[in-house]
């Protein structure tokens, strides 16, 4: 087995937790992911997906459970150096882009150098590079109110991806992106995970975009309920798989 660089043990969510509201959104989930890996969460909504990836990743505290992330106890660990933390090891997407809507495309794009202080000239070079790849040059200077859908989800990734982190944690990071920016991106995180070893959490509900992991977790009421290797499979047998998987969970489904 190589490397674990994300282990959630024993995790249970409980929202809104003592009061009539209460609602029990992770059971007890159990997970090890190796550095390297690519790894897929599917899902119905409602499931947990989103929750999930929130509590392996210090974006929220689990009711119960614990979080290693690169052999750190990150539930141990104060309200500052969990930031520092984050800038240093992970990026983050998020199903709703969480940008800063009275902050330019520039400064959203900056902001995690910006937290972990890094010098205003490198933050330029490295903000403009990435500007480029991610076709926002002409947009930098905008605010996020005054892009489209796809320009935000592309700041958003730039954001993510500006601190060269260790572990990608994306929840639909494709979700208002066309096919051709989707397969793009999914070239990107591949291309990170296969040469640079980077790691990377993806939510999505699509079985073609699901068909680019190396791993696929389901979800479904609080608990993982099956999981498949992509292992030897090519991608069109790997993509046959999921969809077959998928669809006989939205049949049983509609049953119950
Ligand atoms: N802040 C919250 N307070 C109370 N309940 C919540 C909160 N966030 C999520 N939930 C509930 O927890 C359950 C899981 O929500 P979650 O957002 O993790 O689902 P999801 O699988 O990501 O769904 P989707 O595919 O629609 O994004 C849902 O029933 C949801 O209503
Ligand atoms: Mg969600």
Redesign the pocket.
């Known amino acids: 087995m190589g490397e674990i660089v994300l282990e959630a043990r024993h995790l249970k969510k409980i929202?809104?937790a003592n009061s009539l509201?209460a609602?029990e959104?992770l059971h007890d989930i159990n997970i090890q992911v190796e550095k390297g890996e690519f790894i897929g969460v599917m899902?119905?909504?409602?499931?947990?997906?989103?929750?999930?990836i929130n509590n392996i990743s210090t974006i929220d505290t689990p009711t119960e459970g614990k979080v290693f992330i690169n052999g750190k106890n990150v539930l141990a660990m104060s309200a500052n150096d969990i930031g520092h933390f984050r800038y240093q090891n992970l990026g983050f997407i998020f199903?709703d882009f969480n940008l800063l809507d009275t902050h330019t495309i520039y400064e959203n794009i900056a902001l995690p150098l910006s937290l972990a202080g890094v010098d205003p000239a490198e933050i330029e070079t490295r903000v403009k590079e990435m500007a480029q790849k991610m076709d926002m040059t002409d947009q930098l200077y905008k605010l996020p109110s005054e892009c489209s859908g796809g320009q935000r989800q592309r700041t958003a990734i730039a954001r993510a991806l500006i601190n060269n982190p260790s572990i990608i944690i994306a929840?639909?990071p494709t979700g208002n992106l066309d096919s051709q920016n989707s397969e793009e991106l999914l070239e990107l995180f591949q291309k990170l995970n296969r040469e640079d070893g980077v790691t990377v959490v993806m939510?999505t509900?699509d079985a073609f975009i699901a068909s680019y992991t190396s791993r696929l977790i389901f979800?479904r009421d609080?608990n993982i309920t099956s999981e498949i290797q992509k292992g030897d499979m090519d991608e069109d047998e790997y993509f046959q798989k999921i969809v077959a998987i998928s669809s006989s969970r939205k049949r049983r489904s509609r049953i119950s």
């Open positions: 929202y809104n509201n609602y959104a899902g119905p909504s409602g499931s947990g997906k989103s929750t999930f199903q929840d639909e939510v509900h979800i609080g």
